[in-house]
């Protein structure tokens, strides 16, 4: 009696078994049919593919002849083609960077905390004024720290208070140039490290 009551649970273990290997296999031929039908199905070949790109970089650069293009144009095959624009030349103003060696370190206003930060300014005038920022670094130094230590610790949290303070910086740079030098134009202060201690 024992041996009719273990047969047929093997056998209702076996299809359960054999249900679960359908399954699986069902759900990846699912899963493979999607992804082919998704993302697959290019009629193109690689070969095709790169020498349309081919192609295409000479038609831009003016190296393909104008008759080649025209039988090109009608082969199509019915795929739309990007529309190109060209951009028009402006003259645009270089921005030229300068960065002042080392790191400005000073005492904030009522804190026992030290701000360290690394400053660049940039301007989009002539090296005349890169030049003058160099020549008077160590004034210029001299009116970075004292500008930074006019800021308490609560100034310059977040970006509107770093903001704050590279702009009094810049206003300050400016300044002294114009004492010095007859003429500002440094436009933006940069903080290229900012630690506060």
């Known amino acids: 009696m024992s041996d009719e009551t273990e047969e047929p649970k093997k056998k209702s273990g076996l299809v359960k078994i054999l249900g679960f290997v359908f ?27 790169i020498e349309q790109i081919i192609e295409r ?3 831009e650069s003016g190296q393909l002849p104008e008759d080649e293009e025209a039988e090109e144009d009608a082969e199509g095959e ?22 002042f060696d080392g790191n400005f370190t000073t005492n904030l206003r009522n804190s026992r905390k030290f701000l360290q930060v690394g400053v660049g300014v940039s301007t ?16 210029l130094r001299s009116e970075i720290l004292g500008v930074a230590s006019e800021f308490s610790e609560e100034d310059i949290q977040g970006k509107a208070g770093r903001d704050l303070l590279a702009a009094r910086m810049t206003e300050a740079i400016n300044a ?3 004492l010095l030098e007859g003429f500002g134009g440094i436009e933006n202060v940069h903080f290229t490290s900012f630690m506060l201690q």
């Open 23 to 49: 399954a699986g296999i069902l759900l990846i031929g699912i899963g493979l049919g999607a992804g082919f039908f998704l993302f697959g199905g290019s009629s193109l070949t690689p070969s095709d593919e």
């Open 57 to 59: 970089k000479l038609k």
């Open 78 to 99: 019915g795929e739309p083609r990007p529309n190109i624009k060209e951009v028009p030349e402006t003259d645009a103003f270089v921005t030229t960077y300068f960065e």
């Open 124 to 139: 989009q005038y002539d090296e005349s004024v890169i030049e003058h920022v160099e020549t008077h670094q160590l004034a």
């Open 176 to 178: 002294k140039l114009v």
